[in-house]
């Protein structure tokens, strides 16, 4: 019975885990270029190399390409993409391993959210857009 319900409402339930996934990005992304100065800041208080090279990466990946899957444009390269970027993330910006007590533990939560992301990713480049994008008419 859910296997019928899931497959009569697969490209809804595609769009929704597409909003979902890249809402706190959209986010995330807007705050980083409104503050850019304060972004490249924390790239640089996480040794990340070419820390303004870095933070324009992140806005771009965070807002533009985030709103991108939202809309369903080249979801599945983009998907694919955004694999590398939330796990780079992870590694770069939440390395819990180097930590003690409840900064460990926060990052160790933050490092999982992101593999945790890239799962569902993952599951858009098998998936694709679904129905429901932008552009889809064309095809």
């Known amino acids: 019975m859910l296997d019928r319900w899931a ?29 850019f100065q304060g972004t490249v800041g924390y790239m640089a ?7 303004q090279v870095a933070a324009a990466i992140a806005v771009a990946m965070e807002f533009v390409v985030a709103i991108a899957l939202m809309l369903g444009i080249a979801v599945r390269p983009l998907a694919l993409l955004f694999v590398a970027f939330v ?9 819990f391993w180097g930590m003690q007590g409840a900064e460990r533990a926060a990052n160790l939560t933050q490092f999982l959210k992101n593999v945790s992301i890239a ?10 857009a679904g129905r429901y994008a932008v552009g889809r008419g064309r095809r």
């Open 45 to 51: 208080s996480l040794q990340a190399p070419l820390p």
């Open 119 to 128: 799962g569902g990713l993952l599951l858009l480049v098998v998936t694709g």
């Open 7 to 35: 497959e009569r409402n697969r490209d809804g339930l595609i769009l929704l885990a597409r909003l979902a996934l890249m809402l706190l990005f959209v986010l995330s992304g807007w705050a980083k270029l409104h503050d």
């Open 87 to 95: 796990l780079g993330t992870a590694l770069l910006g939440h390395a």
